[in-house]
């Protein structure tokens, strides 16, 4: 439903009617001409506004027009950009970098042929070859850079880039080769000789421009991509075109190539494969020449698909329509089309599929030529006129058209010579065209009474006028014939027909993120791409499938990923990807088409993805009126969207690969000025942007070459992204920091900010990948703070030394670094550090099963914490020492047979965590406390508590972990009822662990995984689980789980065989023996229930009741209990 003016939204920021006339007027000023239906779409206008606005445009500007009730018209010529100065000039004004498709052209043997002719015969001669290839190329829009003495250097790219480059390069060869061989007819006649080419082709990375002095410039392209073109031609054969392997990746399958393999190139230090041109292939389209084999499939569209087949149902039913399919390149508007086609060509309808291309949009009805000749006749190279004419005649038979009207007009059309038995047509040219319009519309009237016809006509936006007349004429009259009209177009093009009945536009947008990671699947087969992949992959597509394809083909090919069994592995840091070199072109001429522009989007590319007006005016220092009208221009070329109205204006680029083609077209030079600038102005006037976004400033420092000034800025952000738990954009911030360390010389300042940086580092590693990962970092930390001697760091360093060594299940190296660590901190007597290193002997003693030394460090640390002053744990250590002794405090307290105490003191951790605005803090306590809710065995709270810790970490990227997380929701699943849900949830936990090389608290993921085994009746593979439990606890010296190991062992040998009783109650003996020296009066309580059990079967009933009865009468809480309320009732059943 339409809005009102007044209520008129753009980005979020309400417009008022005069808002919405004056980006109307501009809107009409730039474009010479607008449609109402465009002022509609624009402004989501009803009908009463879209007249109030005709009427104030009207009213107030004469130069604007109506044009027959279509749209408006602005009289004087459209408004050119006023010129926007750089803020500074340069000799390289006009250079920039490209990516350019160049072809060399060369005569063969010109040195002889120039020694048998008189000079001003071969000058003659040389210059008919080189009009020769001029028309040729400039058929392509090729540029010539240099005449090369015989040789001709063409640039396809430059100074306008076209989405083909590479196939206009190409396509010029071969017209050289057969222009050459027309010529050489004449050449042989009137001069008894002939002429021989080789061509050379090669794509790749130049800087082109504007060069030498006033007296001399020229355009040329330096670089190696010109001198490897040259190569090529050199080892081409006469009369042949030799293309590389960059620039055959580019055709697409549209041309027939022969390998070459990879000869030596003179002065090419690297092989090339290298291919001979043969033809151009069959296909015509990029989907025709992957055919069914090499597509995707559709993902998503299933909207869209329904609508076209609704249509086509309507059509079956004699009801004619018309589809207007626009979106931008790349979008799917041909992969669509190619789903419709598919459903129609498996029922009786004609198939008429017209295209166009961007060489013929002054060629009158060329796409209306081609799809005649080369779909629906078929015509032959090799077939003579007169073969050709029967075709036709037949055709015209075929289709109940009287040959002696139509087939004049029809070889007229197809340029075929008529025989005798046809009149010449003696009429005016507009008759004549008029005519052969009625007799092509009445051919499409004539078999849609005989059969339902699929009419596809793609890119409308590149047909000639008199074809879009054509159409015109179709679409009114399809409304009672089984036709179907279905046509696809860019968003920069209006189709020239007024909207009726049996119109319908559908407009394709851009795909959301689950379905840029289908598509993604599709593309790796089914095999998972690391997740920083598929985040730079959704992040730079923005969901337009081609982009999709091409990016994550390109990353498939780079060398950067190892293919593994189900998914692909990171060989080293993933770098910012770069564009395809598939997109290149067309992302160039999007670039192109901006003209007087082009120099702002470079700038604001060289800003961010995102920017504000005042930013990009202060930087730009232009006044208001040239920059708000060159922005103004981005944004209707849909380069920009943009929210709200200057001053107060956001800018965001449409596409990330669009930023990246304007900002790598920039030379380095000005990169870097550019760059310099925009630290200047952030540093000195948005301190409050540097305060929240230091990375900013960090960026462009490190982009200027000040890689001093930038590394603090990296420090700041790192600090900034670890208190608000943002760990993945730490570990960006602060490895981009120590890589830009890394360039600098090495120094005791440098040392010491490498320090600063690696104890972040390894805290961000910790939160998103786990303990096993920080090893490394941490053992380079200690090396740096006993270098420097700093003791701040050097008690962050330990800290992680010995996380890194709990990580790793070396609990006796770890708790001796913990007692050496609280030791320092002691005489250090710094009340945070002090407060970490109860946590860590806390922890350390927790999980070895020394539960009073466990439960006095838990409590000494949590004596001194203070919230507000140990904030800066946060960024030292990634982790809230309160929080962490508060959690070892209660699961202490529910071993040592203190439930209700467990209970409060969780409670109490979470709400601390809560309040800390930490979600890594929040995380790990919410995991622990379904950790206690699964001892408690309340599988409900605990799959609650499970649930909410995992979509912390799925949200925050804490992905060591979410995997956790899975174990005590599979455990509560287990005893819900859902035992294989459960077990499939707790061998992802444990394989997540193994795949890391983790080895701690494996005796707890196994003891659980055996659990679950024993509710699924799984016996067998419950005593593995068992056993693994009690190995891991020998291998680790980690004695926590060694009780209840040893109980479930004994538990599961029992169902598994009644046989089993002594191994059985050998297991349990153990586990209370184990527990009692822990001091463990809930696994003590549990192996008493057990053991009586037991031997109250085998009728021995006095002395185990007697054992359990003492355990239970120990306990002054928690009588509400599961284990408890068990005890109890087995007391009163034995008793």
């Known amino acids: 439903m339409s809005r009102g003016v007044g209520d008129y939204a753009e980005g979020g920021i309400v417009m008022d009617f005069y808002a919405v006339v004056d980006q109307a007027f501009d809107l009409l000023r730039s474009r010479g001409r607008v449609s109402y239906r465009a002022l509609r779409r624009q402004f989501d206008l009803g009908d009463d506004d879209l007249d109030a606005l005709k009427e104030e445009l009207l009213y107030a500007h004469s130069d604007a027009v109506t044009e027959d009730g279509l749209g408006l018209a602005w009289t004087s010529p459209p408004r050119t950009t006023a010129k926007i100065t750089e803020p500074e000039n340069t000799s390289a004004q006009f250079a920039e970098r490209r990516h350019l498709t160049v072809l060399f052209c060369d005569l063969v043997d010109s040195t002889p042929l120039a020694g048998r002719l008189d000079p001003e015969d071969f000058s003659e001669v040389v210059q008919i070859y080189q009009d020769t290839c001029e028309k040729v190329i400039a058929r392509y829009d090729g540029h010539i850079g240099a005449f090369l003495g015989d040789g001709l250097l063409v640039y396809f790219g430059f100074p306008r880039a076209h989405e083909d480059d590479a196939h206009r390069a190409v396509r010029a060869g071969l017209g050289i080769v057969e222009a050459i061989a027309q010529l050489n007819t004449g050449l042989v006649d009137k001069r008894g000789l002939s002429l021989d080419v080789r061509l050379g082709c090669h794509t790749g990375l130049v800087v082109v421009g504007a060069l030498g002095g006033d007296a001399r410039r020229e355009e040329l392209a330096l670089g190696e991509t010109p001198n490897i073109a040259a190569r090529l031609q050199g080892v081409a054969a006469p009369n042949t075109l030799v293309i590389s392997a960059a620039t055959h990746q580019l055709l697409g399958g549209l041309f027939a190539c022969e390998s070459l393999g990879t000869p030596t190139l003179k002065g090419v230090a690297q092989p090339l494969q290298l291919y001979r041109v043969l033809s151009e292939s069959s296909a015509r389209t990029r989907l025709e020449a992957l055919g069914m084999g090499g597509l995707t499939p559709l993902v998503g569209r299933e909207r869209e698909v329904a609508l076209l087949l609704d249509r086509w149902t309507q059509v079956l039913d004699g009801q004619g329509q018309v589809v207007l399919l626009s979106g931008e390149a790349g979008i799917g508007k041909s992969r669509l089309v190619r789903a419709l086609t598919e459903i129609a060509a498996e029922g009786d309808a004609w198939l008429i599929p017209g295209q166009s291309s961007p060489y013929h949009q002054h060629s009158a009805l060329y796409p209306v030529i081609d799809l005649l000749e080369r779909i629906v006749l078929r015509f032959e190279r090799q077939e003579s006129p007169e073969q050709k004419l029967r075709k036709l005649e037949g055709f015209l038979v075929q289709n109940g058209r009287p040959l002696a009207e139509t087939v004049p007009l029809f070889a007229s059309l197809l340029s075929i010579p008529l025989t005798d038995d046809y009149a010449s047509l003696d009429i005016s040219p507009e008759q004549q065209k008029q005519r052969t319009l009625r007799a092509l519309i009445d051919v499409v009237m004539q078999r849609a009474a005989q059969q339902p016809v699929l009419f596809v006509i793609e890119d409308l936006h590149w047909f000639d006028p008199t074809t879009l007349e054509l159409l015109g004429l179709l679409v009114e009259e399809l409304s009672t014939v089984r036709v179907m009209a279905l046509f696809t177009y860019r968003p920069d093009f209006t189709p ?73 592995a990171l060989t080293s840091r993933l770098p910012p990807l770069a564009i395809p070199s598939t997109l290149h072109d067309s992302l160039m001429a999007r670039l192109d088409r901006l003209s007087a522009v082009r120099g702002l989007a470079q700038l604001c590319a060289t800003v961010g993805r995102e920017f504000t007006y005042p930013l990009l005016k202060a930087v730009a220092s232009w006044d208001d009126g040239p920059l708000k009208q060159g922005l103004q221009q981005l944004v209707t070329a849909e380069f920009l969207y943009q929210q709200g109205l200057p001053p107060q204006a956001t800018y965001r680029f449409k596409h990330a690969l669009i930023q990246d083609t304007a900002y790598e077209s920039l030379l380095k030079s000005t990169r870097q000025r550019h760059h310099l600038r925009i630290a200047e102005v952030l540093e000195s006037r948005f301190r409050e942007t540097v305060a929240t976004e230091p990375e900013l400033l960090a960026h ?229 406390s379904a950790h206690l809710y699964q001892l408690l065995r309340e599988p409900q709270a605990a799959r609650a508590r499970a649930e909410e810790a995992l979509a912390l970490c799925i949200e925050h990227g804490f992905e060591a972990y979410r995997t956790w997380c899975l174990l005590p929701r599979g455990w509560a699943e287990a005893q819900q009822g859902h035992a294989m849900e459960g077990i499939a949830n707790i061998h992802e936990a444990l394989d997540a662990r193994h795949a890391t090389g983790a080895k701690a608290v494996l005796p707890w993921f196994y003891t659980v995984l055996g659990e679950a085994y024993g509710r699924a009746g799984n016996v067998d593979d419950g005593l593995r689980a068992a056993e693994e439990a009690l190995g891991w606890v020998q291998h680790n010296d980690e004695h926590l789980y060694a009780a209840e190991a040893y109980r479930q062992k004994g538990q599961l040998l029992l169902e598994q065989d009644a046989a089993n009783a002594a191994e059985a109650e050998e297991c349990f003996r153990r586990a209370m023996d184990i527990a009692h020296r822990q001091q463990a009066k809930s696994w003590e309580l549990r192996a008493a229930m057990s053991i009586t059990r037991l031997r109250y079967k085998q009728g021995n009933r006095h002395r185990p009741v007697k054992v359990l009865a003492a355990v239970y009468d120990w306990y002054s809480e928690g009588f509400d209990t599961a284990d408890l309320r068990d005890a109890k009732a087995l007391i009163a059943e034995t008793g």
């Open 700 to 928: 462009h420092y490190g982009e200027a070459g000040l890689t001093a000034k930038a590394v603090p800025y990296w420090q700041a952000a790192g600090q900034r992204a670890l208190q608000r738990s943002a760990n993945r954009e730490a570990v960006a911030h602060v490895t981009r920091g120590l890589e830009v360390l890394g360039t600098m010389p090495e120094t005791p300042e440098r040392a010491q900010q490498e320090l600063g940086l690696q104890i972040m580092l390894g805290a961000a590693l910790g939160a998103t990948q786990g303990q096993q990962a920080v090893g490394h970092v941490y053992t380079r930390a200690c090396e740096l703070a006993r270098q420097g001697g700093s003791t701040p760091e050097l008690f962050a360093a330990l800290w992680g030394y010995w996380y890194a060594r709990i990580a790793q299940g070396q609990m006796p190296p770890a708790r001796e670094l913990a007692a050496d660590y609280l030791e320092l901190a002691r005489r250090q007597r710094d009340p945070l550090v002090l407060a970490a290193g109860h946590r860590m002997l806390a922890n350390t003693a927790w999980w070895q099963g020394d539960l009073k030394e466990a439960l006095d460090h838990s409590r000494e640390g949590l004596a001194i914490y203070n919230p507000e002053q140990h904030r800066a744990s946060l960024v030292s250590y990634g982790q809230d020492s309160g929080v962490c002794c508060g959690w070892i405090r209660a699961l202490t307290k529910w071993v040592l047979g203190y439930p209700d105490q467990a209970v409060h003191s969780m409670d109490e951790t979470l709400a601390r965590a809560r309040g800390l605005a930490h979600p890594f803090s929040e995380a790990q306590t919410l995991l622990f």
């Open 496 to 568: 020239p027909w007024p909207a009726r009945s049996g119109v319908t536009e559908l407009t394709l947008s851009r795909l959301p993120p689950d379905e840029v990671l289908e598509l993604v699947g599709h593309v790796t087969q089914g095999k998972q791409l690391p997740a920083e992949v598929v985040r730079q992959v959704v992040a730079k597509t923005d969901g337009v499938p081609l982009f999709v394809e091409e990016l994550t083909k390109m990353v498939l090919e780079s060398g950067l990923l190892r293919e593994e069994e189900d998914r692909y």
